[in-house]
């Protein structure tokens, strides 16, 4: 260890190197953070090449067909209510329900940042007016300010994505900001405003590398309320449009059928439910793994 | 404490006010004319512009808002545009429902998740604690829509056990307290009472094992004091934050419901909100959303000044 130390290159950032490399280390010795992790690679590389693997067509159904049970020869899932092939529909659908689910999370990591960062830095008046807007869309349960904005705007996918990522700004430009303003008392970066550095470098050079790992570990925890929510906009037909292929709108469709074929009518349920507990785990272990308390 | 309840409550004024200005909004968000859905195919120029009068969309932002905020202190919220009935009628009667339901639901959850959160502390890394742990993760992580579909599922499609949908025998939207409508409200408040086990869950969880690591605890072994007693003082130390976070959590599930009410038909507010989205109501959609936030913020308001009664170490 101490030869491999000593042996690099003095420019390298070996430090923060170092954190990351130990980082990932003890996240690979996290048995259930890498099964989950197995798993959320297995259904988005399905996703990604559903036309290679997908064995039908997800759109194209026949009536004669409808409602097949689990098991039967050449529906190996069974078919929904129009005579679709449900493992097909499944495996496309991930594409759909991941890119729901995981980009309000994206956007709202960034732009969360960026307003959190803001307002913890600079402090006094900018942050009350920012901080205090925040909590304007803080006071709104998640579920009911996604359904209002979602509602008022109309059923679609880029309201849907709009509306979820106004949901989950808030809670992380609220982090941003605890971590920005614990960070902005201490000694180096007083000794770097001293040395006449001006904000913007001291935000870019100290404090951008310090808060963001908090904050993208806060984020990850996000994500599979963000799945369960997107999913559930679908559900209830806020969010993509029949006849494509998502969970949570494969859910509402299907809930009629739950008397005919019920275990055909809870699958794409357990998909959403299986993507959004690996998130958790991953996310668990990567928390532990980056030794951040909340 | 009667400071901090003073602080409290002014800081909550500012919220309030920016809560109205957001459902305001609402309405003026909302893609086409706001007077398509009551104006009929064929309407005038003429009449188009005598109801816009009426309805006061003629005049600015600042003017519709300050208008609209005077009707709503006064407890009018306007009229449904589906039945014609007052929205605040629509939704007081509503609210009952989904009060109902997150309440039972939030004991539920209380109850459950204050077990395996105690569990799972005070067994840490045991398999008890890996046991409740792993129920504390499922409530969080399951779609609840999709869990009560499948207690559906198997509670009423498969062994009939229990009523699917509705809150009492023949569509009928008033509770009671009887045996029959309460068989109705099984699978809604126990589908509901996943979310608030999980997260109490996992509080409590963390609260025992940092209370049992603090060293009174030992203090209190040494002194030979039984591990019911021990047991007490933790129960006293756990207490403020479970149960605020359990007030929380009631306040999320009225917000939240809407999912659960309509897989259901429990008919609240989030049925409610269903059929003004998707008849365009715009001013019941605006003022269930309204009435609902407001909850949530008083509700937050009290929780937080109870806490701080209730646990002298908070002092903010």
């Known amino acids: 260890m101490v030869d491999a130390t000593l042996s690099q290159p003095i420019l390298n950032p070996v430090r923060s190197a170092g954190y990351w490399q130990n980082v990932g280390k003890r996240l690979m010795r996290d048995k259930t953070a890498m099964a989950a992790a197995a798993v959320l690679a297995l259904i988005a590389l399905a996703a990604i090449f559903a036309p290679l693997i997908a064995p039908m067509d997800p759109l194209d159904g026949r009536l004669i067909n409808r409602l097949k049970p689990i098991g039967t020869e050449g529906h190996l899932l069974g078919t929904d209510e129009l005579g679709r092939d449900m493992l097909s529909r499944l495996i496309w659908g991930g594409r759909l329900s991941l890119l729901m689910g995981v980009t309000p999370v994206v956007l709202a990591f960034f732009l969360g940042s960026a307003i959190g960062i803001i307002a913890g830095y600079a402090g006094g008046w900018t942050n009350t007016l920012i901080m205090r807007t925040v909590d304007v869309f803080y006071a709104f349960p998640s579920v009911l300010l996604a359904v209002a904005l979602s509602g008022a705007l109309g059923a679609g996918l880029g309201n849907a994505l709009f509306s979820l990522t106004v949901v989950f700004i808030p809670p992380i430009a609220r982090v941003a900001e605890s971590v920005t303003t614990r960070l902005r008392s201490s000694d180096f970066i007083e000794a770097a405003r001293a040395s006449g550095a001006g904000a913007l470098t001291i935000v870019r050079v100290h404090v951008l590398g310090n808060v963001l790992g908090p904050i993208f570990v806060y984020a990850t925890s996000l994500i599979a309320v963000s799945m369960i929510l997107a999913s559930g906009l679908s559900f209830l037909g806020l969010g993509v449009r029949p006849p494509n292929p998502e969970w949570g709108l494969m859910l509402n469709t299907l809930r009629t059928a739950i008397y005919a074929q019920p275990w055909v009518a809870a699958l794409p349920g357990a998909m959403i439910f299986l993507v959004s507990i690996s998130f958790n785990m991953l996310s668990d272990g990567l928390r532990s793994a980056m030794e951040v308390r909340q | 404490m009667l400071g901090y309840s003073l602080r409290r409550i002014i800081y909550t004024a500012p919220v309030l006010f920016g809560v109205s200005v957001v459902c305001f909004a609402l309405v003026h968000i909302s893609p086409g004319d706001p007077l398509i859905s009551i104006l009929p195919a064929d309407a005038s120029v003429e009449l188009q512009n ?54 039972v639901a939030t004991a539920i959850g209380f109850v459950l998740g204050c077990f395996f959160g105690f569990v799972a502390g005070y067994f840490s890394n045991s398999p008890l604690d890996k046991a409740a742990s792993a129920a504390a993760v499922f409530g969080v992580s399951v779609p609840h829509y999709w869990l009560g579909m499948v207690l559906v599922i198997i509670f009423s499609a498969q062994l009939g056990w229990l009523p699917a949908a509705g809150a009492g ?140 009664a209730l646990d002298p170490r908070i002092k903010r």
């Open chain 2, 50 to 103: 005598r109801l816009r009068t009426l309805y006061g969309f003629d005049r600015s932002y600042p003017e519709q808002f300050i208008l609209w905020l005077g009707r709503a202190l006064q407890g009018d919220l306007g009229t449904s545009i589906a039945t014609g009935r007052p929205v605040t009628t629509e939704v007081m009667r509503a609210v009952g429902n989904t009060l109902m339901l997150a309440a």
């Open chain 2, 169 to 308: 025998p023949g569509g009928s939207s008033q509770w009671r307290f009887d045996m029959v409508h309460l068989s109705y409200m099984v699978l809604p408040a126990i589908t509901m009472s996943v979310i608030p086990m999980g997260i109490i869950a996992r509080t409590v969880r963390a609260l025992v094992a940092e209370i049992l690591a603090q060293e009174f605890v030992i203090g209190l072994r040494a002194r030979g004091l039984s591990e019911f007693g021990v047991f007490m003082h933790v129960v006293k130390n756990a207490a403020p934050t479970a149960l605020a976070v359990m007030g929380v959590q009631l306040g999320y599930l009225l917000g939240g419901s809407i999912l659960i009410e309509t897989v259901f038909s429990w008919p609240g507010t989030g049925m409610l909100l269903n059929s003004a989205i998707f008849q365009r109501d715009l001013p019941l959609l605006q003022g269930t959303i309204l009435v609902l936030a407001l909850f949530f913020v008083v509700l937050n308001m009290v929780v937080d000044i109870m806490q701080s």
